[in-house]
């Protein structure tokens, strides 16, 4: 589904991603740890489309075609989705009419009949109810003055009404009390089929231990350095990041 | 390009032949226009705004062959934009003539003003003020009762040119609202021709005691068309006006409003939305005068400035020894789209006792590239994020208006607009 090989990438001319691979495929969970500045959230933002993520060398290929020749818009509609660390706020535009545009324009790509008003608010409250976020969610700008941490059920409410094929989470964790940790990792579990593929990038074992994954990945200066299962993750936890060359 | 008008001539061309509609109050808004001079870039107020086009129309406008040239009656039925509202004619009421029409229950008198009445009502207190009096064709006095509460707007038509010297015309209206009265007005400004035009508008609104007045100004003029229009609001005791300005169309224009806050407890909410596209000139200048105490003013005014796009904004409040516990704020946002727009923004307090609760402040930038990435990433394209953006950014505004009925058509200029900036 998604074959990442050999990838090299620089944000302003400083080197991120320096020999990336992985591949995965539909129905598996891959975890990627590692120390702060390994280069985890710059490869969300290269498979995102980020602008200032310059791809040097190597290839992403998914689902055949070349990832890096689609624009941030096409990749979404294609089905990739990425979960921020830091959604951005937009002030006035509020939730459902944002969310509505956005299925649509997949809806629009896949020639598919736009989702109507009535349809997507039915979807959208019980998709929200599901996640224990209040009704008013919808209603309100695009996470404007929201909580961390219903910044990051945000995201996870956006994943799940947009139904993408692979998402992307990036330190969907970070900042989270425990109850609302379980939400998350409650919505990702659900979204979880043989069809999608799911890429958790996280600091911390806890997330892992709501949401399995099948493979645990350790990135050190921008590239893997370690694959193992979830016993690694771990051993992780109690050694931690031993070779991270900071 | 210096702004010049030979007042003399003005003089011999109007007040000594009999085209004059009200020759006295010419006389004495000549004389205060000689005292005060057509203003031009040296005046601090006129300083980023060029009127020599619609001072050139005005005079054009006085050539004989152009008197009276263009009379036409305004459409009896007409409705702007399909908006639901009482709107009135003022076309059929003649000079020194009066009309009592009944808007849900309340007898609202529509009046033209005779001579007499005129010189005792103007206020004329600046020279496009003097012009407008001097040159005015009609002055139109809309009272509403006491105690009436109306809960349909009732609307002011202002189609240029009408019933109008070709070039250029002068209106006033009095909206007089007695005390314990609530309504809501919309004023509405459009072009029925793409010939070169300056209207010259003076509203004069006066809230009595326990007044509540909802104020929306709609104008969607022509491109070939100027317009000054000035908004002189004089609040009574508890009294409060929450006044909207929605400038989208037109070459040029400029919008003063003054807000007089004479009484106790009398509040103003002067908000304002400016989308400015090519070669266009929009200019706010909003003065709140804190007279008395415990009074309260914001002002709030967003834009969207396109290519080659130019605004203006100048908002004060001025608060004097007596104003004791005032509030006043002023907040001015604009997003520039291209390199070429640019904006001129003031925003100033002027104070004089030790007990107000002022803010001020202004922005300007551009849309947020953050905002753009973000919804690209949710599959969303440029083009569609960049207008949604915008809306949001307006409806900060659009959303205080009180008035139901201009929604949806507030909505679908605002989309049309967007497609053009």
Sequence with gaps: MLNIKNIHTSINETKILNGLSLEISPGEVHAIMGPNGSGKSTLAKVLAGQDDCEVTEGEIQYKGENLLDLSIEERSREGIF???????????????????????????????EEMSAVDFLKLARETIEKLEIPQTFLNRGVNEGFSGGEKKRNEIFQMTMLNPEIAILDETDSGLDIDALKIVAKGVNEFKSESKAIILITHYQRLLDYIEPDYVHVLSNGKIIESGDKSLAQRLEQTGYKDDGE | MPVSLDL?????????????????LGQIALKKL???????????????????????????????????SSKKKTDRNHNPGNIDAYWLNI?????GKNKIIEIEGYSVQIKCLNEEQAI????????????????????????????????????????????????????????D????????????????????????????????????TEYLKIQNLSETHNLIDRSIIDLGTDSQINYTTVDIGS????????????????????NGVYLCEKNQHIDNHIWSNHISQSTSSTQNFYGIIGEKGHCVFNGKALIK?????????????????????????????????????????????????????????????????????????VKNILSKINIETSREYLDELISSKLERL
């Excluded at chain 2, 003031?346 to 300007?364: F, Q, R």
Aim: include cysteine.
């Design chain 1, 82 to 112: 990425v979960g921020f660390q830091y959604p951005v706020e937009i002030p006035g535009l509020n939730n459902s009419q944002f969310l509505r545009a956005s299925i649509n324009a997949k809806r629009k790509h896949k020639e598919e």
């Design chain 2, 8 to 24: 003399n001539n003005l003089d011999r061309k109007i007040l000594n032949n009999d085209q004059a509609i009200y020759p006295e």
């Design chain 2, 34 to 68: 000689k005292e005060l001079g057509i203003p031009d870039k040296k005046h601090e107020h006129w300083r980023y705004t060029d009127i020599s086009e619609p001072i050139q129309l005005l005079e054009k406008s006085l050539s004989p062959n152009n008197q009276k």
């Design chain 2, 91 to 95: 076309s059929d009421i003649d000079f």
């Design chain 2, 120 to 175: 005792k009502e103007l206020k004329i207190n600046d020279p496009l003020g003097c012009l407008n009096a001097l040159l005015t064709q009609k002055i139109i006095k809309i009272t509403i009762p006491e105690d009436s509460v109306i809960e349909a707007p009732i609307g002011i038509s202002c189609v240029e040119p009408t019933y109008s010297h070709k070039y250029c015309s002068n209106f006033r209206f009095i909206i």
């Design chain 2, 177 to 212: 609202i007695k005390k314990n009265s609530k309504v809501s007005f919309i004023s509405f400004y459009e072009s029925n021709s793409n010939e070169s035009h300056f209207s010259n508008i003076v509203m004069q609104i006066n809230l009595a005691k326990n007044t509540e």
């Design chain 2, 251 to 270: 070459k040029l224009s400029r919008t003063d409003v003054e807000v007089n806050l004479n009484n106790e407890k009398s509040s103003a909410v002067i």
């Design chain 2, 321 to 393: 020894e007596n104003a004791l516990e005032t509030e006043a704020n002023q907040y001015n946002h604009n997003i520039l789209l291209d390199d070429s727009a640019s904006v001129d923004t003031k925003p100033e307090l002027e104070i004089y006792n030790d007990s107000v609760k002022c803010s001020h402040g202004c922005t300007i930038g551009q849309l947020d590239e953050d905002a753009i990435f973000y919804m690209k990433s949710r599959g969303i394209d440029s083009k569609t994020a960049k207008s949604m953006l915008i809306s949001a950014f």
